[in-house]
């Protein structure tokens, strides 16, 4: 991903101070440009039209000051002449104060494809409070359950098949029967803290190889709070050449065994993909970065959008049957 711009100040002699609810900040544009961010701008947009209109400031807002609700009236009809999704998605995203919480992002995939790159950025731009893999739910379970008792947590996710015995070795393919035995263990783990941050105002994102949409509970995956993504790398070349970027940046036993367990994982690759369309979960191709966070923005704002909108239609109808009694 190319680097954001330099930020550069036109109007350093202007000050403009916006008065919100309960709040007098001084405007800031590297804040504009975060909360654009937030709504699935590329970078470049969003500097740009922070850029624009903030040299216009000083023209429109002479007195230096303004209130909040004005502020963002003028927001978003710049942005209504540029996109009326980003203007929408701005609207709804200022309609109240935490309409977004909570909000539970699931993000699996296998290791290599840039899965953690992507939840990072992702965290970033929503402001997300919590970030969490699913191997470290499965490092924690590994330490306080034998090896006897569940040895499907205590080898890799891409080799658990050497734990088979009997009649699970008759079943299908053994590299995904093992696969599935770790991360149904692991599952038991995610649906607890998906459960407990459900609980909570907070934006959190949960990402990992062990997220597998058939294995968790309806109750959870069709929660509208629940956003569930997938990723995938079908180019199976660029996919090993990033584990490899990866064992040369960060060398250790675990880079090198998953270049060697790298046939395993593209199994199971394709085995994410096919339960993710059987669940009809997006499945986002990661080959370019810049296009695959767009991807997941825009659709993590389509699920926004069908939890916020209807309050918003029915906050229109409490007040429109207010005004007829009146």
Same mark, same amino acid.
């Given at each position: 991903?190319?680097?954001?711009?330099?930020?550069?100040?036109?109007?350093?002699?202007?000050?403009?101070?916006?008065?919100?609810?309960?709040?007098?900040?001084?405007?800031?544009?590297?804040?504009?440009?975060?909360?654009?961010?937030?709504?699935?701008?590329?970078?470049?947009?969003?500097?740009?039209?922070?850029?624009?209109?903030?040299?216009?400031?000083?023209?429109?807002?002479?007195?230096?000051?303004?209130?909040?609700?004005?502020?963002?009236?003028?927001?978003?009809?710049?942005?209504?002449?540029?996109?009326?999704?980003?203007?929408?998605?701005?609207?709804?995203?200022?309609?109240?104060?935490?309409?977004?919480?909570?909000?539970?992002?699931?993000?699996?995939?296998?290791?290599?494809?840039?899965?953690?790159?992507?939840?990072?950025?992702?965290?970033?731009?929503?402001?997300?409070?919590? !970030?969490?893999? *699913?191997? +470290?739910?499965? @490092?924690? $379970?590994?330490?306080?359950?034998?090896?006897? &008792? /569940?040895?499907? %947590?205590?080898?890799?996710?891409?080799?658990?098949?050497?734990?088979?015995?009997?009649?699970?070795?008759?079943?299908?393919?053994?590299?995904?029967?093992?696969?599935?035995?770790?991360?149904?263990?692991?599952?038991?783990?995610?649906?607890?803290?998906?459960?407990?941050?459900?609980?909570?105002?907070?934006?959190?994102?949960?990402?990992?190889?062990? !997220?597998?949409? *058939?294995? +968790?509970?309806? @109750?959870? $995956?069709?929660?509208?709070?629940?956003?569930? &993504? /997938?990723?995938? %790398?079908?180019?199976?070349?660029?996919?090993?050449?990033?584990?490899?970027?990866?064992?040369?940046?960060?060398?250790?036993?675990?880079?090198?065994?998953?270049?060697?367990?790298?046939?395993?994982?593209?199994?199971?690759?394709?085995?994410?993909?096919?339960?993710?369309?059987?669940?009809?979960?997006?499945?986002?191709?990661?080959?370019?970065?810049? !296009?695959?966070?767009?991807?997941?923005?825009? @659709?993590?704002?389509?699920?926004?959008?069908?939890?916020?909108?209807?309050?918003?239609?029915?906050?229109?109808?409490?007040?429109?049957?207010?005004?007829?009694?009146?």
């Amino acid at each position: 991903m190319s680097p954001p711009p330099t930020i550069t100040n036109r109007t350093d002699d202007f000050q403009l101070i916006i008065h919100s609810k309960n709040h007098i900040i001084p405007f800031s544009r590297g804040f504009l440009v975060d909360s654009l961010l937030s709504l699935g701008m590329t970078y470049e947009h969003a500097f740009s039209f922070a850029g624009t209109i903030s040299d216009e400031f000083p023209y429109v807002f002479s007195s230096g000051v303004v209130s909040g609700e004005e502020f963002q009236d003028y927001i978003s009809q710049h942005l209504i002449a540029v996109s009326p999704q980003w203007a929408s998605r701005f609207q709804l995203f200022n309609l109240e104060e935490n309409a977004l919480n909570p909000l539970i992002i699931l993000i699996g995939g296998t290791p290599g494809i840039g899965k953690s790159t992507l939840a990072n950025l992702v965290a970033r731009r929503l402001k997300a409070t919590n !970030l969490l893999g *699913t191997d +470290i739910l499965r @490092e924690i $379970l590994r330490g306080i359950i034998s090896t006897s &008792l /569940m040895p499907a %947590l205590h080898f890799s996710s891409f080799e658990s098949s050497q734990f088979l015995s009997g009649h699970l070795l008759t079943r299908q393919n053994p590299i995904i029967v093992g696969y599935e035995q770790q991360a149904t263990k692991v599952m038991v783990a995610i649906e607890t803290v998906i459960s407990h941050q459900l609980q909570r105002p907070d934006i959190s994102i949960i990402e990992g190889v062990h !997220l597998i949409p *058939t294995l +968790i509970s309806p @109750e959870l $995956l069709n929660n509208p709070r629940v956003i569930f &993504l /997938m990723l995938s %790398l079908d180019n199976e070349q660029k996919h090993l050449s990033r584990l490899k970027r990866r064992a040369r940046n960060h060398p250790s036993r675990k880079s090198e065994r998953l270049i060697e367990l790298f046939d395993n994982i593209r199994v199971i690759n394709s085995y994410l993909i096919e339960k993710a369309n059987e669940a009809n979960i997006p499945v986002i191709d990661c080959e370019n970065t810049e !296009l695959a966070i767009e991807c997941l923005m825009n @659709e993590i704002w389509e699920k926004i959008i069908l939890q916020i909108k209807p309050k918003e239609d029915n906050l229109e109808q409490n007040n429109a049957t207010t005004e007829e009694l009146k």
